[in-house]
């Protein structure tokens, strides 16, 4: 049987608690619902191909082809994707004829993964 060997650098090594910090941080964090939300949020972003979907669209508005033609997936599948991100307000569409457009929701989400690119590639 191998046995892991664990790092206890990483945490105190005795109890000793800032109640004024704790106060601080405990007035300063958001409802649970707000960071339910923001993690649900993170969780769609996980996901590979829809990363790809959405800086895809930081360029320029695309339609469901493009995105397929783009990304190597089918219509269907990208069609999927999108369902979830719209579901989650991270991408929006407009119908133009027969074919529907879609573009990013707002500019948070430009912002946010384009901070995360920055993040990874530094």
């Known amino acids: 049987m191998k046995r892991i060997k664990r790092d206890n650098r990483a ?9 004024r910090k704790v106060a601080a941080a405990k007035r300063a964090m958001k409802p ?4 339910f939300k923001l993690a649900a949020t ?6 590979p191909t ?3 979907i959405i800086s895809a669209l ?4 695309l339609c469901v082809c493009d995105l397929a033609s783009l990304i190597g997936l089918s219509q269907s ?8 991100l719209r579901n989650m307000n991270l991408v929006k569409y407009r119908k ?9 929701d707002d500019d948070h989400i430009s912002a946010i993964l384009t ?3 920055k993040h990874v590639e530094e």
């Open 11 to 19: 945490i105190c090594e005795v109890l000793c608690i800032n109640e």
């Open 32 to 35: 649970y619902a707000t960071l």
């Open 42 to 47: 993170f969780k769609v972003l996980g996901d």
């Open 50 to 52: 829809r990363t790809k």
């Open 58 to 61: 930081l360029q320029e508005e």
């Open 77 to 84: 599948a990208i069609s999927h994707q999108l369902r979830i």
């Open 96 to 104: 133009e004829g027969r074919i529907a457009y879609y573009s990013l």
């Open 115 to 117: 901070a995360g690119l």
